[in-house]
Structure formats: structure tokens, C-alpha cells
């Protein structure tokens, strides 16, 4: 019956909440919810692309080493040393790691809009200044680097949380599986434009210069337009509103239960599959253009279209399956994020080590492509799974996923400096061999220990409090 009261009593809450609202006479024919999805996923995007571009201007930049053995013959640039271009890559993750643990309890007190834009002006500033520190010092190539890493360092929190806010019940899996297009649709924009320009009479500090202009423009609509909640978002109608908020449960804010968090199985099993998810996907996303032009021998504007394919059916892949997802109604959620999460994880593992055991230019493409198009499935599991069992702290459970892939982004690669100096097909057959056995056996724990039932700290403090006494009256009798 107290379930019930509650209900009602939210149900109420909620109408009285839209009945006092003052709305704008551009209602957007109720279709607000579709623009801010729009707008958020193009800035996720502009972030991780601005984080990416060196990824792939790596291997069109040795007129800066032209340029330095000018000034100086028997010096040794930076770039020619695989230590020191190690270290660029691994900044960029320093930043987001160190961003992440600064801004995750920040965005709990002022919330995603003022974040997210913070983290853009980083991203800018990182971008546009790129070109100008590698003229100036090495030191100055970290320290945009490190402002870039600052950029993204809310992109997995922030596609976890706009859902809740902005997604109606039953357009969730779509709004998460857009939002998380991100890292998809940065690739398959970045790397075409990236290989064109590297080509052009442009040049490749031309490719920092429009993609910093661009997300100045994007942010400052977004700064300008976002909302945290629809009901202060004057373009929302109340029509829309009440679609947004039907049967959803009303949230106070209150402290993160944290410990609670991490002990939970099901979220810790969850964090365990993204470990093994993340290095095998981040090391796709960081030395893709290498592996495709130096061992796969493409060339520069083969390598950008070659790159962008697989993230491109990895966008495709996953939209389809939000859209499954919210339409399935016949199976139920956790059928649903498990059935997502291995296939993601799986499809990997085996393309993984079906690059490491190939010799055939053609097999191995199919499987880098393969490997990255299946692994997109994996916000559709791991993420949904935390977002049913967190609710209202999903957040602090998806930093915590962003957090080891800021880890793994540093050590992934001193790992491949290790095991791959010299970029021999037989170096990379070994690390793909072994970072495949690595997903599989993070992965296998998923499908057998979590649950789409929220979990009791989600509750409100007297409802928990109630369930603990009842617990012990019943352990007592």
C-alpha cells in the first residue's frame, strides 16, 4: 500500500510541477527533448574529436622534424622518439583522469550544462593552441594535451545522466545508444576530414584550427540552450513535460552512497567488464591509423576512410539496437543489457584474436572492423545495466567507468611501446592475443551476476531505513 501512496504522491508532485510552469511561444511542436539530444550528442562528439585528432595527425607530421633538423642537423626532435610520442598520448589521459576526480562532485552541486561547458572551453583552448606548442617546446605539446584530456574527462558521465533528465521511460535506450554514438560518430567524422587535409595544401595544423572554430560555435549554442531539467527549459510544453516525467520516481538530492556502490556486485561485476571493454576498444581508437598504415599498409587518406568505416557501422549497430531495446517490451530489461553486453564483448574478443592470428591484409581488416562495430553494444549493456541499478547515482557508477578507461588510456600506450617498437605484424599478432584473453575473462561474470532491479540505496532515506528494520525484525524471529 506505502508503494502505491507513493505513487500517487509523485504522480501529483509531477502534474502540480507542470501546471505552474511558464512556457515560451516556441514550443518546438513538442519535440524539445529531440534538440537537446541533437545538440549534446554534437558536443560529445566535437570533444572526442579534438582529443583524437592527434591520433591521426601522428602520422602526417614529420615536416615539424624536417623543420627542426633545419635549425639544428644533429638534434633529435621529439617526435622521432617513441618514448616522448608515447607520453603525448598518455597526457591527454592524464587530464581526464584528473578532470573526472574534480568535476564528478562538481556536476552533483551545479550540474551537467555549466560542466560540460567548462570542460568545452578546455577542449577549445587545447585545439587551437595545438599547432602553436608544437612550434614552441615539448612541454607545451603536453600542456594542450593535458587541457584536452581536461575536455573530455565528463563525456561518460554526462551521456549517463542526460537520459535520465531529458528521455522519457520508453525512449531511454534510444536517448543512451545516440548519446553514446559519440565516440562513434568523432572517428567517422575525424578521421576522413583528418586524411583529406593532411593531403591538402592546407596541411594538418589546419585540421586544429576548423575543429576548435567548430565546437566554439556548438558550445556556445549549448551553453545558451541546455537545461538540467526539461521543467526549466522554457521550450518545453507541458504536453511534453508530462510525456518526459510519466512514471518516473521523484529524486531529492542527497549524498552519494558511495560505499554502498562499491560493494554492490552487479555494479562491480559491471566495472570488471568495461576494464577488459575499454582496453580493447581504446587501443582500436589510439593506434587504429597506426596499425592500418604501418602494418596494414594503407595509405594517408585510405587510413582516414579505412579508420571511420567500422565506428561508422558501430553508430549504425548501436542505434538500431536502442531502438530494439525500447521496443522489445517482451523480454525484460536485464534480457535485454545482457544480451547486448555479450555480444559487444564477445564480438570483440574474437576480432581481437582474429587479427593476432592472421597473416591475410584482407582477414585482418575485417576483423579491426568486425572487432569495433560489435564493441558499440557495449553502453547498450554495461551502461543501461548501472542506469537501472544506480538510478539517481549513475552517474558516480559511470565516472567510475570513465575513470579506469582514463587509466587504461595511460597505460595502453606504455604497453604498446613494450610489446610493439618496431611495428612488425608479428609484435602486434602478440598484443592483440593478449589483450583478446583479457576481454573475454573480464567479461565473463557479466551475464551471471547483475540485475536490472534498482538497488536499495536508490531509495529514500526513510523507505531504506524501514526495509533495515524489517530485516532485523525478521532475523530476530
Given amino acids: 500500500m506505502s508503494q502505491v501512496g507513493d505513487s500517487v504522491e509523485e504522480k501529483a508532485h509531477n502534474e502540480k510541477m507542470v501546471d505552474s510552469r511558464k512556457t515560451s511561444s516556441i514550443l518546438c511542436f513538442n519535440l524539445t527533448r529531440y534538440l537537446i539530444l541533437i545538440l549534446t550528442l554534437t558536443c560529445l562528439t566535437l570533444l572526442q574529436m579534438n582529443s583524437l585528432t592527434f591520433n591521426f595527425t601522428v602520422i602526417c607530421m614529420s615536416d615539424i622534424v624536417d623543420e627542426s633538423h633545419a635549425l639544428n642537423p644533429n638534434a633529435t626532435h621529439w617526435f622521432e622518439d617513441s618514448n616522448m610520442k608515447s607520453l603525448v ?27 560540460l561547458s567548462i570542460c568545452g572551453v578546455f577542449s577549445i583552448i587545447g585545439t587551437v593552441l595545438f599547432p602553436l606548442a608544437v612550434e614552441w617546446n615539448f612541454a607545451s605539446v603536453l600542456v594542450v594535451r593535458f587541457l584536452q584530456g581536461l575536455g573530455i574527462s565528463m563525456v561518460f558521465t554526462v551521456l549517463g545522466s542526460v537520459p535520465i533528465a531529458w528521455a522519457p521511460n520508453n525512449e531511454s535506450s534510444t536517448f543512451l545508444a545516440v ?18 587535409l593532411c593531403e591538402s595544401s592546407l596541411g594538418w595544423r589546419s585540421i586544429y584550427y576548423l575543429f576548435g572554430i567548430i565546437t566554439t560555435i556548438c558550445f556556445l549554442i549549448f551553453y545558451f540552450f541546455y537545461t ?8 518545453v510544453s507541458n504536453q511534453e513535460l508530462s510525456l518526459i516525467l510519466q512514471d518516473k520516481t521523484t529524486t531529492h538530492k542527497e549524498s552519494v552512497p558511495y560505499l554502498a556502490i562499491c560493494k554492490d556486485p552487479c555494479v562491480l561485476v559491471t ?15 589510439l593506434y587504429g591509423p597506426t596499425y592500418l598504415r604501418e602494418v596494414l599498409h594503407f595509405e594517408v587518406r585510405g587510413t582516414g576512410f579505412a579508420s571511420a568505416l567500422p565506428f561508422l557501422l558501430s ?11 525500447d521496443r522489445c517490451n517482451f523480454v525484460s530489461e536485464r534480457v535485454r543489457f545482457t544480451i547486448c553486453g555479450i555480444i559487444s564483448r564477445l564480438g570483440l574478443a574474437v576480432g581481437y584474436i582474429g587479427m593476432a592470428t592472421t597473416s591475410s591484409t584482407l582477414v585482418a581488416q575485417i576483423a579491426f572492423t568486425f572487432s569495433i562495430a560489435v564493441s558499440g553494444l557495449n553502453i547498450m549493456g554495461t551502461v543501461k545495466c548501472l542506469q537501472l541499478r544506480c538510478k539517481q547515482h549513475v552517474h558516480f557508477a559511470v565516472s567510475t567507468i570513465a575513470l579506469m578507461a582514463y587509466v587504461i588510456q595511460f597505460g595502453a600506450p606504455i604497453l604498446v611501446g613494450i610489446i610493439c617498437p618496431d611495428n612488425t605484424p608479428e609484435q602486434w599478432g602478440w598484443l592483440f592475443m593478449i589483450i583478446g584473453v583479457i576481454v573475454f575473462a573480464t567479461s565473463a561474470p557479466f551475464p551471471w551476476f547483475t540485475t536490472a532491479e534498482p538497488a536499495e540505496y536508490t531509495l529514500p532515506r526513510e523507505q531504506q531505513e524501514e526495509m533495515k528494520k524489517q530485516r532485523e525484525l525478521e532475523e530476530c524471529c
Avoid: Y
Fill in 271 to 285: 566495472w570488471l567488464s568495461n576494464v577488459g571493454g575499454n582496453l580493447g576498444f581504446l587501443t582500436l581508437v
Fill in 228 to 235: 538540467d531539467s526539461p521543467k526549466d527549459h522554457r521550450n
Fill in 179 to 196: 548519446l553514446s554514438c559519440a565516440f562513434q560518430m568523432s572517428n567517422v567524422i575525424c578521421m576522413p576530414i583528418s586524411g583529406f
Fill in 89 to 115: 598520448f598518455s597526457t591527454m589521459a592524464i587530464g581526464g583522469l584528473l578532470g573526472l576526480l574534480a568535476a564528478m562532485p562538481l556536476m552533483h552541486r551545479v550540474g551537467v550544462r555549466k560542466v
Fill in 315 to 325: 553508430a549504425a549497430v548501436k542505434s538500431i539496437a536502442g531502438q530494439l531495446s
